[in-house]
Nanobody, 121 residues
Framework: QAQLEESGGGAVQSGGSLKLTCAAPGRIYSSAVMSWFRQAPGKEREFVALIRWSTGRQLYADSVRGRFTISKDSPYNVHLQMTSLKPEDTAVYYC???????????????WGQGTQVTVSS
């Protein structure tokens, strides 16, 4: 059973914006690292962005740096603001929780069910 809940996906045109939200029922411990990954059809799941809960330190994939922003707010929400969207950003976006500062999906132990983002040209 997924313990994280994503929302905010949808269909937009190239150049548009979307804001994804990940809600974590319960609490997020200060040691947690919250991340966003995405998976396009026929491709492996890839890292998008992460944030350390205690410090707010962030890390981005090269493909989204400068266009996407990860943030957190109370009580236990993580957001992914996506701007200047491109057709190649089309994917199912997943929120994940772990404790390691890592871009590997295998290092994250708790996942949401994903939310679809579709960008048309």
């Amino acid at each position: 059973q997924a313990q994280l809940e994503e929302s905010g996906g949808g269909a937009v045109q190239s150049g548009g914006s979307l804001k994804l939200t990940c809600a974590a029922p319960g609490r997020i411990y200060s040691s947690a690292v919250m991340s966003w990954f995405r998976q396009a059809p026929g491709k492996e799941r890839e890292f998008v962005a992460l944030i350390r809960w205690s410090t707010g330190r962030q890390l981005y994939a090269d493909s989204v740096r400068g266009r996407f922003t990860i943030s957190k707010d109370s009580p236990y929400n993580v957001h992914l603001q996506m701007t200047s969207l491109k057709p190649e950003d089309t994917a199912v976006y997943y929120c994940a929780r772990g404790v390691q500062w890592s871009t590997a999906a295998t290092d994250f132990t708790t996942w949401g069910q994903g939310t679809q983002v579709t960008v048309s040209s």
